[in-house]
């Protein structure tokens, strides 16, 4: 990843009226990261997005992308975005080459080169010249993918690019993200209610809530960052080692099944936990740890009283 963030958010605030929409949103996103949006309904990710792209008027603040006032030079600063918001619309009748070939003349310097290239980079190349009704939803991503990077962007923006797709098409549109932002250092950003697939297709995540930004951090940090986490220790006799446990460890909530028991310690107490019950002469067979997913540490971060 390159020292210089390709997208600089400051003090981003959009207010109508008396209403604040996005308030003081501030982070930075580097080449080649995937970045996750997630909030609630209406708490400011679609208004974040079409600051982004200039489709709304910054109250207060700054949107930089590659070095570009996105208020000051909005021209050369969408030069550098691709965008797609949900589902992108094709001319059905007509190749998807030639819908390539179309919105390539409204781009200069867009060689027939360059549309090659992105039909491979996509992996459409068998179906490249069916009719675009004869596509699949998937499909049709794949070549609105082709679309937004013809113009070679730094950012690519997808607006809940998932809704529609079965998972097949939500796995192949993931696979796709993560290759372009690993091979060809593009910068994407993701906003999505489908928190398994954020969690999966993400580097970072940030969370926002009533125009607030809660928390922005990677994603392994946000679904594994409680210095307490429950570990599951499967052994011979399970009944035996909860004793054992009890008397140093009678705090951590101890629970027990026919395979092994569970409870709650930190990182450095896992190898004292495996000595005591080895030292008692018990068999221990397996140790892993049970972290929270991304929907358990959104629903905790968002008080969990609201649907994404």
């Known amino acids: 990843m390159g020292q210089t963030p390709v997208v600089q958010i400051r003090n981003l605030t959009k207010k109508i009226g008396n209403k604040t929409l996005v308030e003081g949103l501030t982070f930075d996103i580097p080449r080649g990261e995937v970045f996750g949006f997630l909030g609630p309904n209406g708490a400011g990710k679609t208004t974040t997005i079409r600051m982004i792209v200039g489709l709304m008027k910054i109250t207060e603040g700054q949107v930089m992308i590659n070095g570009k006032d996105v208020e000051k030079d909005f021209e050369a600063a969408m030069t550098e975005v691709g965008a797609i918001v949900e589902n992108p619309e094709m001319y059905k009748f007509i190749s998807g080459y030639n819908n390539l070939v179309h919105f390539a003349r409204m781009n200069k310097g867009v060689t027939m080169q360059r ?118 220790f499967e052994l011979d006799r399970p009944e035996e080692g909860a ?52 929907e358990d540490r959104f629903l905790e971060m968002t008080g969990g009283n609201q649907i994404v």
């Open 243 to 294: 004793k054992v446990l009890e008397v140093v460890f009678s705090g951590a909530g101890i629970t027990q099944d026919a395979d092994g028991l569970e409870l709650t310690i930190t990182r450095e107490q896992i190898a004292d936990v495996n000595r005591q019950l080895v030292q008692a002469g018990l068999s221990v067979f397996g140790i892993r740890t049970l972290t929270k997913s991304l």
């Open 115 to 232: 549309i090659d290239e992105v039909i491979k980079l996509v992996g459409l190349e068998n179906r490249i010249n069916d009719k675009v009704k004869t596509y699949s939803l998937g499909m049709r991503q794949r070549l609105g993918l082709a679309q937004a990077l013809l113009h070679k962007p730094s950012v690519l923006i997808l607006d809940e690019p998932t809704n529609g797709l079965d998972p097949a098409g939500i796995r192949e549109l993931r696979d796709h993200l993560r290759m372009l932002a690993k091979q060809e250092g593009l910068s994407v950003i993701v906003s999505s209610h489908l928190l398994t697939e954020m969690e999966l297709m993400c580097d970072r995540i940030a969370v926002i809530q009533n125009g607030k930004l809660i928390d922005v951090k990677p994603v392994r940090e946000m679904v594994g960052e409680a210095e307490q986490m429950v570990v599951r």
